[in-house]
């Protein structure tokens, strides 16, 4: 994947902190970042949400339901379009005997 580094890349960042009371939280972000010659284009996703209070800090994560719909209809796309080549494949099979 060496070779894939000036065109792929994935970062992690934090925001800018907001501070209320003794409370800080800082939200968390990664950018998968795709570099071609003549365009490029940058998904954006949230991670985390860092939170410190009183000397402690956690990090709690964020799940991206929109992420998460997304990778599930086009897993469900892909498996109706092997279904639909399978069926035709073998429905041809099925009507020659």
Do not use: H
Not at 6 to 13: A, D
């Amino acid at each position: 994947m060496a070779n894939l580094k000036p065109f792929v890349e994935l970062k992690t960042s934090t925001g800018t902190p907001i501070k209320k009371g003794n409370m800080t939280i800082t939200p968390e972000a990664q950018a998968l970042v795709v570099k071609l010659p003549y365009c490029g284009f940058v998904w954006n996703r949230p991670v985390a949400m860092l939170v410190e209070m009183d000397g402690r800090r956690e990090r709690f994560p964020i799940f991206d339901v929109t992420r998460a719909a997304v990778l599930a209809m086009a897993g469900a796309g892909v498996a109706l379009s092997l279904g639909a080549v399978l069926v035709r494949i073998f429905g041809r099979g099925m009507a020659k005997d």
